[in-house]
Nanobody, 126 residues
Framework: QVQLVESGGGLVQPGGSLRLSCAASGFTSESDTIGWFRQALGKERDGVPCISRSDGSTYYADSVKDRFTSSRDNAKNTVYLQMNSLKPEDTAVYYC???????????????????WGQGTQVTVSS
């Protein structure tokens, strides 16, 4: 059973940075990809970036490209999401999720992910 725990959310001013962490246990070969999703109040949960734990392949949605970077530390079973130049529209609950899907060309839909963390709130406001 894969368990995921996010941390690192908080309140930040526009233009600021945050780093989210997704600590995992119970990984199997069927949970290669970690996807980051976010859900703003009243909106759908959308995939933002994803990363393959095996080879580091990444994908970024246009809305976060060049601002967000996902990385992994397999020794610590942790995936990170570095978020820079944050905007008010980045405000959302951020979730990490694990899937057997291979991260390439898209984060995939939330239905493709089998395991989810509890989410961490990111608020960008002055």
């Amino acid at each position: 059973q894969v368990q995921l725990v996010e941390s690192g959310g908080g309140l930040v001013q526009p233009g600021g940075s945050l780093r989210l962490s997704c600590a995992a246990s119970g990984f199997t070969s069927e949970s290669d990809t970690i996807g980051w999703f976010r859900q703003a109040l009243g909106k759908e949960r959308d995939g933002v970036p994803c990363i393959s734990r095996s080879d580091g392949s990444t994908y970024y949605a246009d809305s976060v490209k060049d601002r967000f970077t996902s990385s992994r530390d397999n020794a610590k079973n942790t995936v990170y999401l570095q978020m820079n130049s944050l905007k008010p529209e980045d405000t959302a609950v951020y979730y990490c999720a694990a899937s057997a899907y291979y991260c390439s060309g898209g984060t995939g839909t939330k239905q493709m992910y089998d395991y989810w963390g509890q989410g961490t709130q990111v608020t960008v406001s002055s």
